[in-house]
């Protein structure tokens, strides 16, 4: 086994189980410029994002094998978008989800078929998906950050908490955020 994830440079880079590091792919001018991050499918195969490169140069959803082979580019980021930070993130009818300039999209992993799922609050970047498709995800409202949820077909959309930055600090990120079973 191994843990995926990625530096900040033009590499994405994988970790085996025993800590060892390794590259996956060079990211170049021909593709893009930064990895977001990586996540294995139910195929086994890794899926990623990447910020620029595509054919859009606004970035790409990228599926590329464990050992590095057969790198592919599966969707390229529309010109009137861009895909931030966000690394998808496969929901239980295994299907991939990622926000994409503030909409939830869901893409079959062989890159067919994205849809717009639902507009998501300004400032959306990763998100968690639990196992009964419930989205949880960051965003803002005013000058305050948000966490809400939302359902993987676009439906019952919850505002959680407000964290309001004088009170009880910011939220920036759902890195950190694990879900587990009840």
Known sequence: GFI???APTAA?????????PGTLHNFGITDATYSNGVVEGPDG??????????????????????????????YNIAA?????????????DGKIYINIS????????????AVVMAALPAGGSQIVIDDDGWIFARGFEISNSILY?????????????????LVDGSFDDLSAVCITPT
């Open 102 to 113: 503030n909409s939830l999209y869901r893409i079959e992993p062989d890159g067919t078929a």
């Open 149 to 165: 949820k939302i359902k993987t077909d676009g439906t019952g959309y919850q505002l959680l908490h407000t964290f309001n930055s």
């Open 45 to 74: 195969k890794l899926y990623g994002t990447a910020r620029n490169g595509g054919t859009n140069n606004n970035g790409l959803v990228f599926s590329i094998e464990a050992d590095g082979s057969n790198y592919a580019v599966i």
């Open 12 to 20: 994405s880079t994988f970790f085996s189980s025993t800590g060892v």
């Open 80 to 92: 009137s978008q861009s895909i931030q930070y966000s690394t998808p993130v496969f929901g239980p």
């Open 4 to 6: 995926t994830g990625a």
